[in-house]
């Protein structure tokens, strides 16, 4: 298991950003898939961003553009930069990892059960 903490949440206006850190335990898996989630009020959770070991990224169509997902592989950190926010990005914003496997598809009815370790994650508001 991988221990994993978010941060960076927060309250903001339509139109703002704001930037999630993940920070994880070692874990010496050389195949390996993170992603953020997010889940709001009644709604099921979705995979917002994934990327994989070599870097390469993909994102769900309502934050492609807008947010970006990115790794500091030296402080074993996942980032979600997060721009132009909206109230419909209201929600609490959770981090994951899959080890020695890749990145499932994003559309995949069940994408979220591909992960084994998962932070507590952190609200984001937005407010209009």
């Known amino acids: 298991q991988v221990q994993l903490v978010e941060s960076g949440g927060g309250s903001v206006q339509d139109g703002g950003s704001l930037r999630l850190s993940c920070a994880a335990s070692r874990f010496t898996y050389s195949t390996y898939c993170m992603a953020w989630f997010r889940q709001a009020p009644g709604k099921e959770r979705e995979g917002v961003a994934t990327?994989?070991?070599?870097?390469?990224?993909t994102y769900a169509d309502s934050v492609k553009g807008r947010f970006t997902i990115s790794r500091d592989n030296a402080k074993n950190t996942l980032y979600l930069q997060m721009n132009s926010l909206n109230p419909e990005d209201t929600a609490m914003y959770y981090c994951?990892?899959?080890?020695?496997?890749?990145?499932?598809?994003?559309?995949?009815?069940?994408?979220?059960?591909?992960?084994?370790?998962w932070g507590q994650g952190t609200q984001v508001t937005v407010s209009s």
């Open positions: 994951a990892v899959r080890l020695g496997a890749s990145c499932p598809v994003l559309r995949d009815a069940y994408f979220a059960l591909y992960f084994g370790s």
């Open positions: 990327i994989r070991t070599d870097g390469s990224t």
